[in-house]
């Protein structure tokens, strides 16, 4: 090494370490300390269902439908069985799971050591689920929150994402659940039957039995209103309703800084598809911005072939982009 050049070189071999050697580690994402349990009704997209699942943090409880003397749950066939069932004019019906169901799910996160769960259901004015929720909540020995969404579809499913993501950020359960009800205070639902008969046979019109009378020649939208479904606009046409329920989709979307869209369906995936692009189209967003999903057996046991159902979600909560969406805690 000629004289002179030793401390250069010193120096540059302490800058080419200080660039190759590894930074600081980065904090190990603490481990999920609440689970997040919700039912079929929330009718995820099985693709969130699978991710969700394999976190280790979250269960989903799947709903009973009888057609005739079967009983079916969610899963590959039901959708085939179900279709047939209402097509043919089966009777067809809806149950609450039993509450060891839930008991079960909840004593296997407690024998993983969760320290809580926060348990999100449909609405209890239209099934007893969150009930047999409260009943296996009594018997487990780590605090389960249960949650009345009030809602249902991906008014709740949005919920149960924001729930989720808490949840595994390391949040505690009035987190967890915080997260939860910040999204359903602000979330819509509309939807479009083609007929009322399911939903009068299953006892789940609420206010809009008054329109029963003139079932046959109206086409009901209907809405969600404190977790009963209620009459929203009577229109003579099937054509009518679907351009009305775009409508009132983009004026929910319209009424929020940043929203997120569900389209929901049963039997006629095609319109479904075709009314996605549409809404889109008319709230300024990419067709894969809008959620597609198909009703879950448990509501389209009672709402029937060929629903149209949209929900909309707020897509910001404390001015930070939340990724998944209530009645007050007190409401619980």
Known sequence: MADGQGPD????????????RPGPAPAPTPAPRV????????ALPPEWTDAFLQLGCFAVVDLP???GDEIFTEGADVDTALSLALAAGRPVRTSRPAPGQFERVYRGFEDAGFEAVVSLHLSGKLSGTADAARLAAQRVGIPVEVVDSRSAAMALGFAVRDAVRAA??????????????????GSEVLFYVPSLEQLRRGGRIGAAASLVGTMLSIKPLLTLREGLIVPLERVRTAARAVQRLEELAASAVSALDSAEVAVHYFGNRPEA????????????KEADDVVLSPLPAVLAAHTGLGVLAVVVAPAAVGGQ??????????DN
């Not at 689970?35 to 929330?42: K, L, P, R």
């Not at 595994?168 to 205070?185: F, W």
């Not at 598809?273 to 300024?284: H, I, K, M, N, P």
């Open 273 to 284: 598809e075709e009314f996605a692009r549409t809404l889109a189209r008319s709230v300024g």
């Open 321 to 330: 982009d939340v990724p998944a969406d209530a009645p007050a805690a007190g």
């Open 168 to 185: 595994e950020a390391g949040a505690d359960a009035d987190g967890v659940q915080s997260a939860a009800l910040a999204r359903l205070g």
């Open 35 to 42: 689970a997040v349990v919700t039912d079929s009704a929330a």
């Open 9 to 20: 070189a010193l120096g540059w071999l302490r800058r080419r370490w200080e660039r190759l």
């Open 65 to 67: 439908v009888m057609a």
